[in-house]
Structure formats: C-alpha cells, structure tokens
C-alpha cells in the first residue's frame, strides 16, 4: 500500500491594500479641534474620528446609511452636490455630519450628524439635534455608538446650544438614557405623497410616571 504524501498548501492571496487616508489629504466639512478630545482618546487604536469628507461616498457611507431607511447609491457627483448644499446651508456653523473610520480598512463603520437650529425663544438660542446614527455589524459591541453621540453631543455643547434632542425606538431608549439623554415629548411624522413612503403604523407608547411626557418611538437602530 502506498503511502499518501500530504498536499503543498500555497500561500492566501493577500487581502486588497486599503491604505489609511490621513486628514490632510481630505477635504473636510468642518474643523476636526471642534470633536472633543475625550472621545478621540476614548475611540480604540483601530478607528479613527472625524468630520466627513467630500470623498467619503467611497468609503460606504452611504451603504451604512441604508440600515436607517432607503438610500440609494449616489454617483461622486451627487454625493458633492449634497455635500456642497450642506456647506451653503451650514456657512456659520449648522451641519456636522461626523464618521469613524477602520484604520485597516479606510471605510466607515460608524456615523451620525448634528443639526444646530437657531430659535426665536430662549433668547434666540441654540439647539441640536443629533440624525442619522449608524454604526457596521462589523463594528458593533466596541462603543462606537457612543463615541458618535459624546462627540455629537460634544459639539452641540460646544457650539452654544442649550439642548441637544434625538428620536429612537423603544429598543434604543436605555442606550440613549446611559448617554445621559432623558424620555421626552412625542414624535410626529407626515409623509409628502410624492415621496412614496407609506404613512408608518402607530408607534406604541412607553407609560411614564404622572406629571412627565412620554417620547417617540422611531428610528436609529444598530448602536
């Protein structure tokens, strides 16, 4: 009987090169000293905070935002026309659209955005509102989710606003409350009809105690 000669076990074709992007060779949507410093400190060696960048329709934004509702693909130049209309819109300060980045990989993993609203009340104040939190399967469990909201929230505070407010599901309401934010007020939605959304079911909302408001029950998934 003849012996058997084990197989040549050839060499795994190396994984595609993704070489990191630095700040600098990007055009950024806002100045990077305005995220606060603890949470660059806090983020784990692999990942790396900042504003997003014109060019960032390539590194999945928009394929992590489709976890939220529908998103499209966007061509470059759709995706600079939109950034482009937030640069307008937020010439002083108003759009703050922040991402995490893998090191390894030079794709998004995580991302949220800050609007800050100028009010009539409170002297004309300032309020933020934290949108669109999303954070990769691939990158879940590593508080990533909360890195984007301190340094959202961070940046609200830091530009002046008295308050910053989010909607969430009822799933994500005890993440949010260890974020330090609070149940609040209700949300409300209306649907143009040429946008082809169907109006959503009613949300079912959470009791609280007496003399308190209750809050929505929408949106932001996957923290």
Do not use: W
């Amino acid at each position: 009987m003849s012996s058997s000669t084990a197989p040549t076990l050839l060499p795994l074709p190396p994984y595609p090169s993704h070489p990191f992007t630095s700040d600098s060779s990007l055009h950024l949507l806002f100045d990077r000293s305005l995220l606060p410093s603890s949470v660059i400190a806090d983020l784990p060696e692999q990942y790396h905070i900042r504003p997003l960048a014109t060019t960032d329709v390539t590194r999945g934004h928009i394929q992590l935002l489709s976890i939220l509702s529908v998103a499209p693909e966007l061509s470059q130049q759709q995706y600079d026309e939109i950034v482009e209309d937030m640069l307008v819109r937020g010439r002083r300060g108003g759009y703050y659209p922040t991402v995490i980045v893998s090191r390894e990989t030079d794709q998004i993993v995580a991302t949220g955005t800050l609007l800050v609203e100028r009010k009539f009340i409170r002297g004309g104040g300032l309020v933020g509102h934290i949108e669109d939190i999303a954070v990769s399967s691939s990158a879940q469990g590593r508080k990533l989710g909360l890195r984007i909201i301190q340094a959202l929230v961070g940046i609200s505070e830091g530009t002046g606003c008295y308050k910053t407010i989010l909607d969430c599901n009822r799933d994500n309401i005890a993440f949010y409350e260890k974020c330090g934010f609070a149940q609040k007020e209700y949300e409300m939605a209306k649907y143009a009809p040429a946008s082809g959304v169907n109006h959503p079911a009613p949300a079912t909302f959470i009791p609280v105690p007496d003399g308190k408001k209750g809050n929505s029950d929408y949106l932001s998934p996957n923290l």
